[in-house]
């Protein structure tokens, strides 16, 4: 298997974070919520109303349209490489699904809102998000290989 090296890229990384912090702090101060892009898409599904359904929808939008906007700044699209099947990121989403709603808060959510407004519900979620993420990475590849 081709071993893939991650770019180090301290400054856009760095501009992407405070974006994402910029844009936690306009929601949270503007409508009073959380930017949890789990919850904020579960709430666009099942929206109870359209006051809920227009602001979710401007979000996930934004969050489609954002590439394009790189693209105008740049002239480059972002690139995106995703090495698994179309089937195995459906089965991963249903998972990441199931696991936002059981740990009430997605990582966006609990790793950027949650633990800047020093909430416990986030203090214990992050550190088994990022503990879980660690063994996942280590078993794909160093234990079976991928």
């Not at 579960?42 to 109303?49: P, Q, R, T, V």
């Not at 002239?75 to 009430?104: D, R, T, Y």
């Amino acid at each position: 298997m081709e071993t893939v090296i991650t770019p180090f890229t301290p400054g856009m990384s760095f501009a992407g974070g405070l974006a994402i912090g910029l844009g936690a702090v306009l929601l949270m101060v503007g409508l009073g919520r959380i930017l949890g892009a789990t919850g904020i898409m579960s709430g666009l599904i099942f929206a109870e109303n359209n006051d809920e359904r227009s602001w979710r929808l401007f979000m996930v939008a934004g969050m489609i349209l954002a590439p394009l906007a790189i693209l105008a700044v740049t002239g480059e699209m972002p690139e995106v490489n995703v090495p698994i099947s179309p089937a195995m990121i459906i089965i991963g989403g249903i998972i990441v699904g199931f696991g936002a709603s059981l740990g009430s808060g997605c990582t966006s959510g609990h790793g950027v809102c949650g633990l800047s407004r020093l909430s416990v519900r986030s203090l214990v979620a992050v550190p088994i998000f990022m503990t879980t993420a660690a063994i996942t990475v280590f078993l794909l590849r160093h234990v079976f290989g991928g």
